[in-house]
């Protein structure tokens, strides 16, 4: 029901081996394990219903980030893989070992606040495995953030962005914040 990004026809021809096993031999939760494995789907619910219906519910995942090389993560905060799925445009590319979720999304959030001011948008952010910030813009700046005050250095740099851009008849390529004069 519903369903925007999960293939109906896909979804019918997964369940299909489940349904004609007949009313009473149908085994659920195989069944909704299936469900689950394809593309797009976060949570999937199989119910049985007289005298011959298999009822199903699921919940697509809403992408809000392109995740390392091969995955997604959506607005709930799950990593899902990107095989199977056409990417939708326009979406920041994130990366960081998996458990750092929820302090990569912070700061991706934090970092678009600061810089939309100025017109700006944050098309990449990156924690590597020296626990060292970096970003991209939509202009094509690369940003070094470093692994100390991050947010403080970030701040800075985006109240000064428009001034470097104006005064500079170069295109500015790179900033590294990691040094006091950057």
Known sequence: ???ERVDAARLRQTLLPYATAG???VRLDPARAAVARLPW????EVRKRWPDVLEVRSVEHRPFARWGEDRLLSEQGRLFPVAGI???DGLPQLSAADGRVPEV???YNE???MFAPGGYSVVRLALDSRDSWSLSLDNGVEVVVGSQEARLRLKRF?????QLL???PLPLRRADLRYTNG
Do not use: D, I, Q, T
Not at 41 to 44: F, G, K, P, S, Y
Not at 158 to 162: E, G, K, N, Q, S
């Open 158 to 162: 985006a109240r000064v962005l428009p």
């Open 86 to 88: 056409e990417v939708p």
């Open 23 to 25: 009313f009473f031999a």
């Open 1 to 3: 029901e519903g369903l």
């Open 105 to 107: 999304v912070a700061l």
């Open 111 to 113: 970092s678009r606040e």
């Open 166 to 168: 104006a005064r500079n």
């Open 41 to 44: 789907v976060e949570h999937a």
